[in-house]
């Protein structure tokens, strides 16, 4: 079993930048896709970014790609999110979850995610 727990979130302005973290428990860490999911408040849980377990892949959705970098540090059990150029868009609290194993695939689905942290809340002010 993983357990992961979010931190950085915070208040920007708008254009600002922040680095979102997500560090795991488990010996096992190291061999799962690790995804950043996002909740704005009346909508549904969406797919933000994801690396896989050896960190050579990664995919991005749509409005986030050349903003976000997601990265991995396994020696850390970490897994990072830069974001940057920052909008009031992006205000939402962010969950890491732990994917699938040994996979060169990264998912973009809930349903692909088993293991969830608590969130932390990015707000971006105009």
């Known amino acids: 079993q993983v357990q992961l727990v979010e931190s950085g979130g915070g208040l920007v302005t708008a254009g600002g930048s922040l680095r979102l973290s997500c560090t795991a428990s488990?010996?096992?860490?190291?061999?799962?896709?690790i995804g950043w999911f996002r909740q704005a408040p009346g909508k549904e849980r969406e797919f933000v970014a994801g690396i896989n377990w050896i960190g050579r892949n990664t995919y991005y959705t749509d409005s986030v790609k050349g903003r976000f970098t997601i990265s991995r540090d396994n020696a850390k059990n970490t897994v990072y999110l830069q974001m940057n150029s920052l909008t009031p868009e992006d205000t939402a609290v962010y969950y890491c979850?732990?994917?699938?194993?040994?996979?060169?695939?990264?998912?973009?689905?809930?349903?692909?995610?088993?293991?969830w942290g608590q969130g932390t809340q990015v707000t971006v002010s105009s």
């Open positions: 979850a732990a994917g699938q194993q040994f996979t060169r695939v990264v998912h973009t689905t809930l349903g692909e995610y088993d293991y």
């Open positions: 488990g010996r096992t860490f190291n061999s799962y896709t």
